[in-house]
């Protein structure tokens, strides 16, 4: 009798939607203290996440997907992540992602803008970055 593989109930919640909530085989993600790689039976924890790119493997594809920040919850094989903003690099709208890099980058050269915009433009800053770095690597797939 074949063993049955063992898998990761993967969740990706935002305010908006359900981004995504697949069966998947290993998950990448990038914590505030290091990346995290999570395979069946890990132990559960709670993480807080960077806004970087997040990927999973499924089927011997990895997937990617840019996440803003947010929080990752391990439970007996489920792996759930609350997230203000999540996109899959189909999407992601690659212009507004250059237009919110640009106008972030502008802000920063602005230094009469106070320190609470500075800190407010690097995230955004950072946000676009990801979504754009997500694009390029799924094309260059
Ligand atoms: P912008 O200034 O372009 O709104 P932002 O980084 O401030 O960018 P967020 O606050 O992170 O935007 O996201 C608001 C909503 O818009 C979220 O639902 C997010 O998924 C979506 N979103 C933001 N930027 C993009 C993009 N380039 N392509 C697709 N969806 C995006």
Redesign the pocket.
């Given at each position: 009798m074949s063993e049955t593989k063992k898998t990761l109930q993967l969740e990706v919640i935002?305010p908006?939607a359900v981004v995504l909530q697949e069966k998947v085989d290993f998950i990448i993600a990038r914590a505030l203290d290091g990346d995290i790689g999570i395979l069946p039976g890990h132990t559960a924890m709670i993480s807080a996440l960077d806004i970087q790119e997040f990927s999973y493997d499924q089927d011997g594809t990895r997937h990617i997907l840019a996440v803003?920040a947010g929080f990752l919850e391990v439970h007996d094989d489920v792996v759930t992540i609350l997230t203000?903003?999540?996109?899959r690099p189909t999407?992601?709208?690659?212009s507004?992602?250059n237009?919110?890099k640009d106008?972030a980058e502008h802000r920063l050269q602005d230094k009469k803008d106070s320190d609470i915009d500075v800190a407010r433009a690097e995230l955004?800053l950072k946000?676009?970055l990801c979504?754009i770095h997500v694009v390029n690597h799924y094309r260059g797939q």
């Open positions: 935002t908006d803003s203000p903003a999540a996109e999407d992601i709208d690659l507004r992602a237009s919110a106008r955004a946000r676009a979504r």
